[in-house]
């Protein structure tokens, strides 16, 4: 029994202090992204756009938050090949905005850049509601 709890005790740990270096000259990236033709509880990435990843960059690590109802849409780690895009319905691994209906949820994508060595480069972050509001 010691045992379990010790080991929930270091999955807490993990899950709220990041195992991640972080570089002290690291930037701020920008990140923006549109639901446009994203269709309620697809699977996937919406359309995105990164800038600022600095030249170093390896990989990046890509997740999803719902802040209205509290639940983690996943994350998923992208072979970065120097291009800031990533398309529609991208990634899979990703589950999409899936509020209850006639609600309104509030998504967080967050962008990490890591070099080789699995140091972060840089951090950005954008929320926008889901569905639009008009």
């Not at 005790?9 to 549109?34: H, M, P, Q, R």
């Not at 639901?35 to 756009?49: D, H, K, N, R, T």
């Not at 990533?86 to 691994?93: L, M, N, V």
């Not at 890591?114 to 972050?125: F, I, P």
Request: glycine residues 10%; charged residues 20%; aromatic residues 8%.
């Amino acid at each position: 029994m010691k045992q379990v709890i010790a080991l929930i005790l270091i999955g807490i740990c993990f899950s709220l202090y990041s195992c991640e270096k972080k570089d002290s000259n690291a930037v701020e990236l920008s990140v923006d992204f549109t639901w446009e033709g994203y269709e309620a509880c697809a699977m996937g990435l919406p359309q995105m756009s990164i800038g600022g990843i600095p030249e170093n960059a390896k990989i990046l690590k890509v997740s999803m938050y719902d802040h209205e109802f509290g639940f983690d849409h996943g994350e998923v780690t992208i072979t970065y090949e120097g291009t800031g895009t990533i398309t529609r319905g991208s990634y899979a691994e990703i589950t999409g905005p899936c509020p209850p209906p006639n609600s309104t949820g509030r998504y967080k994508i967050t962008v990490k850049a890591l070099d080789e060595n699995d140091t972060v480069l840089g951090t950005g972050s954008k929320e926008r509601p889901f569905p639009e509001l008009q």
